[in-house]
């Protein structure tokens, strides 16, 4: 019974993390209007917040909302350093303001955008 239960926390973990790729870049490409709560994600996953919450803290170490958060700002960091399109236009096509994007942006990786940008064009 244990085994089969960490395949199946091995297996929702995975449809998590891969529903979140395609419904970041949905709202990326604007399929999708804005990002979807983790309840509608779990539900779209047929399983109950809880149990969702529960099955990625224990095969991660992380709540869910780390790893949303985390893929948010690695395609925020593919638009800065990849696009020269306007860090207000990244900021909405995220779904975010461009104030609360640019403090959002600086809590996960310890720079703003534009300093993010100017290191990332350096380094090409």
């Known amino acids: 019974m244990k085994n089969r239960d960490e395949k199946r926390g091995a297996e929702i973990t995975r449809q998590y993390l891969d ?23 779990a539900r779209e996953l ?25 893929k948010i700002i690695d395609k925020a960091k593919y638009l800065l350093a990849g696009t020269d399109m306007a860090i207000a236009k990244i900021a909405t096509t995220l779904t975010y303001d461009a104030s609360n994007f640019s403090k959002f942006f600086k809590k996960w990786t310890g720079e703003t955008p534009g300093m993010f940008r100017t290191a990332a064009q350096k380094k090409q």
Do not use: W
């Open 46 to 70: 047929a399983i109950s917040h809880k149990h969702l919450t529960h099955i990625v803290q224990k095969e991660k170490g992380h709540h869910p909302c780390y790893f949303y958060d985390a």
């Open 19 to 41: 529903l979140l790729d395609r419904h970041i870049d949905d709202v990326i490409s604007g399929s999708v209007p804005e990002f979807m709560k983790l309840n509608e994600i």
